[in-house]
């Protein structure tokens, strides 16, 4: 089966990134088309872990271009405070020092998502829910797409936006990838706080690692929040990621100190690896 168009321009993936292309690309009056492996349910649904980026006042400017507000979605953050673990020393961070009103906003990374899937459905572009890309061939005037379905779609460009683990880049682009553990893992998740944050982002470096506790939106019933990025060595954060979550709150309250009160709840943990990726070629 075929798609009998063709696009200026085919997106694999609906992220942030891919979504945030598709709408500006489509702004410009381009013809796009958007695949996404995933259902539209799943796009629709909750993240459990709350995974939250900080979105700079770069890309909130580049947002706000795009018709999507982040002041609607996420928690401002005005001011940065970081320190070591001996407190000898710190470094404040103040936006209007900068003459900014702010240095960005904590925002949930499915909630970003599902506000750019919304302008994409407004601006009359329709994400292909549950269709993977799965082989692209060029010609040397267009790019011939093949989904998991077997229907072919034809593109002049081909942008791949799955992340880093991309199949479709591995298959499509041979070139060497550079790879470093930094033998730490981050450990992420939402705690409800007894202070307010203020909307200031803290971090300690601490000597097994940094620890960000970072100025979240309030739960459904206006108790302050703050999502916590945790990187330890491997064998400090596999410890503390089997404690159970009252004693995870308490090693988390000596860790940080006492700016915000105690840590009097917390939501699902998660635990990624860390390490750096880079490829010798992005594009071909």
Request: charged share 25%; hydrophobic share 40%; with cysteine.
């Amino acid at each position: 089966m075929s798609d009998n168009a063709r696009y200026d321009l085919v997106i694999s993936g609906a992220g942030m990134v891919g979504a945030s292309l598709a709408l500006a690309a489509q702004q410009a009056g381009l013809r796009i088309a958007v695949f996404e492996k995933r259902s539209a349910a799943a796009c629709a649904a909750a993240d459990p872990f709350d995974r939250a980026s900080l979105i700079a006042t770069g890309s909130v400017r580049f947002l706000s271009s795009l018709g999507v507000d982040p002041a609607l979605l996420g928690s401002a953050v005005e001011r940065m405070r970081v320190w070591d673990a001996e407190d000898s020393g710190g470094i404040h961070l103040d936006a209007e020092e900068g003459g900014e009103d702010l240095l960005g906003y904590i925002i949930e990374n499915r909630r970003l998502e599902q506000a750019l899937h919304t302008a994409l459905e407004e601006s009359g572009l329709y994400i292909r829910y549950g269709r993977e890309i799965t082989g692209a061939a060029p010609d040397g005037k267009a790019m011939y797409i093949t989904d998991a379905s077997g229907t072919q779609s034809r593109g002049t460009l081909l942008a791949i936006a799955e992340g880093r683990q991309s199949p479709l880049r591995k298959a499509l682009i041979q070139a060497p990838i550079f790879r470093e553990s930094y033998g730490q893992d981050a450990i992420t998740a939402t705690v409800w706080i007894e202070k307010p944050h203020r909307h200031i982002a803290y971090q300690r470096f601490l000597s097994t690692g940094p620890l960000a506790v970072l100025p979240f939106s309030d739960d459904a019933h206006g108790r302050a929040r703050a999502s916590i990025v945790w990187s330890a060595k491997q064998a400090r954060a596999r410890h503390l990621m089997a404690l159970d979550d009252a004693r995870f709150l308490r090693e988390l309250h000596e860790a940080f100190g006492p700016q915000l009160g105690h840590f009097q709840e917390i939501g699902r943990r998660s635990s990624y690896p860390l390490s750096g990726l880079h490829s010798s070629r992005y594009i071909g």
